[in-house]
Structures are given as structure tokens and as C-alpha cells.
T-cell receptor
Framework: DSGVTQTPKHLITATGQRVTLRCSPR?????VYWYQQSLDQGLQFLIQ???????AKGNILERFSAQQFPDLHSELNLSSLELGDSALYFC????????????FGPGTRLTVL | ELKVEQNPLFLSMQEGKNYTIYCNYS?????LYWYRQDPGKSLESLFV?????AVKQEGRLMASLDTKARLSTLHITAAVHDLSATYFC??????????FGTGTSLTVIP
């Protein structure tokens, strides 16, 4: 157990819908990272937040957005969902930025029908 | 965009044997990470390599980094079944961008 929690574990929804994935980092970690893992695109870095501020953007679609709240938990919002958005979404956290080891949560499996 | 190539993609090896997984990347990098992923599970951090010539070892796994060659290796010594998993390398760049390799699926056969 990494200490990073993610909810929900599974999510099934329809195309065009909007969902929110939630992540709570390890106690004391200020950085939160979001990743997408799919069969066709592999593991992709989406976005990073550090102490409430966006620090880096990767291959995040415009339909996706994220935020980190004062209590350091983070949410990833996915809107206008498409079939291709079906994937595992991982959150990771680290103590500081940018050289620290990252600890990954269990992931949220999103299925878009 | 930075490209990260791992090889082999699939590796089947006998228990007790040694083997190396290679991770090549296309441009300069600040740091190199190795992760393990068991089927249906999350990623587990194995090593973080921060400088040229860095070598880290944990049990039967040893990772090294050659920034001049843009190459990292993950060496497996005397493999055991418990090491069966998918191994990913990931490269970090200034600006906190992270790029993952395709993964190496390792199966250790008794």
C-alpha cells in the first residue's frame, strides 16, 4: 500500500458524459501527478500539481482538467467523454518537486460505452 | 517530443539466469525512473537515478544510468518467479515532463 488513495476504483459511463476522479496523496506529499494508461497509448503523463498550483502539463486533452485543493487532494475532471478515453487513470504523489520518488495510487478504471 | 524505447518488449527467462533490460531515450534528461507493474495492479517505484554513472541495487535488481549514451539498464541477477512483472522506465525532463517507455513484460520460468 503506497498510501495514495483513489476513488472510485471503477467507473462505467456513456459517451458525452462528464466524470470526476479523486486522489488523496500520501500524508506530507505536496505534489500530485495524473497519468493515463491505455493499451494503445501506453502510460502517459497528464498533469502535475504542487501545493495547489499547476506545475507541468503533459498530453492532457482540452476536455480534461484537474485541480488540487487546499487539503492537497486532487480531482481530475474528464468531460465530453469518448470511447478512446477508456483507460486506467493513476494518481501519484511525491514529497517535493521535482526529483522525488513518486508513489502511485491503485488507479481508477474508466470504461466509456 | 522525447522518445523512450525499451527492449526487449517481452522477455521469458529461466529461473537462476541473468538478463538486462535496456532503456534508450532521445534527448537529454534530468532523471530516470524504473517501475514495476504486476498484472491489474498499480506501479511500484524501484529506482530513481539522478546523475551520470548512478548505480542502484535492490535485491536481484540493479539499475544504472549513462546520460552521455542516453541509456539506462535494469539488470536482473539469478531471476526468480516473483520477479515476473512488467517493468517500465520513465524519463524526467526540466519542466517536470515525464515520458514512459513501452514496458518490458518479464516472465520467469521455473
Amino acid at each position: 500500500d503506497s498510501g495514495v488513495t483513489q476513488t472510485p476504483k471503477h467507473l462505467i459511463t456513456a459517451t458525452g458524459q462528464r466524470v470526476t476522479l479523486r486522489c488523496s496523496p500520501r500524508s506530507g506529499d505536496l505534489s500530485v501527478y495524473w497519468y493515463q494508461q491505455s493499451l494503445d497509448q501506453g502510460l502517459q503523463f497528464l498533469i502535475q500539481y504542487y501545493n495547489g498550483e499547476e506545475r507541468a502539463k503533459g498530453n492532457i486533452l482540452e476536455r480534461f482538467s484537474a485541480q488540487q485543493f487546499p487539503d492537497l487532494h486532487s480531482e481530475l475532471n474528464l468531460s465530453s467523454l469518448e470511447l478512446g478515453d477508456s483507460a486506467l487513470y493513476f494518481c501519484a504523489s511525491s514529497v517535493d518537486n521535482p526529483l522525488s520518488e513518486q508513489f502511485f495510487g491503485p488507479g481508477t478504471r474508466l470504461t466509456v460505452l | 517530443e522525447l522518445k523512450v524505447e525499451q527492449n526487449p518488449l517481452f522477455l521469458s527467462m529461466q529461473e537462476g539466469k541473468n538478463y538486462t533490460i535496456y532503456c534508450n531515450y532521445s534527448t537529454t534528461s534530468d532523471r530516470l525512473y524504473w517501475y514495476r507493474q504486476d498484472p491489474g495492479k498499480s506501479l511500484e517505484s524501484l529506482f530513481v537515478l539522478l546523475s551520470n554513472g548512478a548505480v542502484k541495487q535492490e535485491g536481484r535488481l540493479m539499475a544504472s544510468l549513462d546520460t552521455k549514451a542516453r541509456l539506462s539498464t535494469l539488470h536482473i541477477t539469478a531471476a526468480v518467479h516473483d520477479l515476473s512483472a512488467t517493468y517500465f522506465c520513465a524519463v524526467g525532463r526540466t519542466g517536470n515532463q515525464f515520458y514512459f517507455g513501452t514496458g518490458t513484460s518479464l516472465t520467469v520460468i521455473p
